[in-house]
T-cell receptor, first 114, second 114 residues
Framework: DAGVIQSPRHEVTEMGQEVTLRCKPI?????LFWYRQTMMRGLELLIY????????DSGMPEDRFSAKMPNASFSTLKIQPSEPRDSAVYFC????????????FGSGTRLTVV | AQSVTQLDSHVSVSEGTPVLLRCNYS??????LFWYVQHPNKGLQLLLK??????LVKGINGFEAEFKKSETSFHLTKPSAHMSDAAEYFCVVSGYSGNTPLVFGKGTRLSVIA
């Protein structure tokens, strides 16, 4: 199994541009999570999906952030327009819905907005 | 509500000496507990998990943790630290139901001195 796959690994963009982060969960996992990690705020849960349906997006910082999961094997996190304070590492994780099994994390996307 | 408290934000040990990373949890029911490790510029990796079986759990790279219900603790230990153990460690508790997200601690940074 290739694990959770995120792309791109690194993204540098200018303020005001649209940024799209991508995630492919582990096959058979039906829950997907987007996290953001910064030195100041640590690891924050942005949004999660069960069976492709968004369940809780209360962690999404602003309307500039949106996430979709059109099918069981793909999800996107979009920031439009991007701002320097969005610079962070964004992680995607997947699991079986019964979270007692733990999550498998991707390697993350390091986003830098200049 | 579910919560975890990692009692030390930073622990420093000498190579070859024991490691102890402390974690207390709060849970309204019998929880599942996890330790994750994050090496610099990497994603989070599951180190070990407790899911109501044996209270002493063995994980990868020689780490283990003991679930102590009376003390609401789940401390992580290793008999002898190696330079490669230098990383951030997260204690995690399951959500209030199997369908709610895991709750992450703020992390403990482990430094290993040669």
């Amino acid at each position: 199994d290739a694990g959770v796959i995120q792309s791109p690994r690194h993204e540098v963009t200018e303020m005001g541009q649209e940024v799209t982060l991508r995630c492919k969960p582990i096959s058979g996992h039906n829950s997907l999570f987007w996290y953001r990690q910064t030195m100041m705020r640590g690891l924050e849960l942005l949004i999660y999906f069960n069976n492709n349906v968004p369940i809780d997006d209360s962690g999404m910082p602003e309307d500039r952030f949106s996430a979709k999961m059109p099918n069981a094997s793909f999800s996107t996190l979009k920031i439009q327009p991007s701002e320097p304070r969005d610079s962070a590492v964004y992680f995607c994780a997947s699991s079986l819905t019964r979270g007692n099994y733990g999550y498998t994390f991707g390697s993350g996307t390091r986003l830098t907005v200049v | 509500a579910q919560s975890v408290t990692q009692l030390d934000s930073h622990v420093s040990v000498s190579e070859g000496t024991p490691v102890l990373l402390r974690c207390n949890y709060s849970s309204s029911y019998s929880p599942s507990l996890f330790w994750y490790v994050q090496h610099p510029n990497k994603g989070l990796q599951l180190l070990l998990k407790y899911t109501s079986a044996a209270t002493l759990v063995k994980g990868i790279n020689g780490f283990e943790a003991e679930f102590k219900k009376s003390e609401t603790s789940f401390h992580l230990t290793k008999p002898s630290a190696h330079m490669s153990d230098a990383a951030e460690y997260f204690c995690v508790v399951s959500g209030y139901s199997g369908n709610t997200p895991l709750v992450f601690g703020k992390g403990t940074r482990l430094s290993v001195i040669a």
